[in-house]
Nanobody
Framework: QEQLVESGGGLVQAGGSLRLSCAAS????????MGWFRQVPGLERQFVAA????????YHGDFVKGRFTISRDNAKNLMYQQMNTLQPEDTAVYYC???????????????WGQGTQVTVSS
């Protein structure tokens, strides 16, 4: 069973940066598409970014393009989200997820981390 643990969340001022990390337990980490999602209380979970098996292809939601960068290091079973120029509307719980298919749909990811809080002050 794939286990995912996020870290790197915290409080940052608008315009600042954070880097989220997701550590995966599977020895076959490279078999999984990885993604980042976020959720604000009362709202639907929102797709943020995805990265394919090798890291050669990425996709970012329109609202974070140019500010966020997803990456992975398969040798270390790690996936990252570099978040720059953070804005108050980026405040949310951020989740990493693993799936077998290339997707930006919540339903198509099989494993989820516990979430890490990102708070951006104005």
């Amino acid at each position: 069973q794939e286990q995912l643990v996020e870290s790197g969340g915290g409080l940052v001022q608008a315009g600042g940066s954070l880097r989220l990390s997701c550590a995966a337990s599977a020895r076959t980490f490279s078999m999984y598409v990885m993604g980042w999602f976020r959720q604000v209380p009362g709202l639907e979970r929102q797709f943020v970014a995805a990265i394919d098996w090798s890291g050669g292809t990425t996709y970012h939601g329109d609202f974070v393009k140019g500010r966020f960068t997803i990456s992975r290091d398969n040798a270390k079973n790690l996936m990252y989200q570099q978040m720059n120029t953070l804005q108050p509307e980026d405040t949310a719980v951020y989740y990493c997820a693993a799936g077998r298919r290339w997707s930006h749909n919540t339903n198509e990811y099989d494993y989820w981390g516990q979430g890490t809080q990102v708070t951006v002050s104005s």
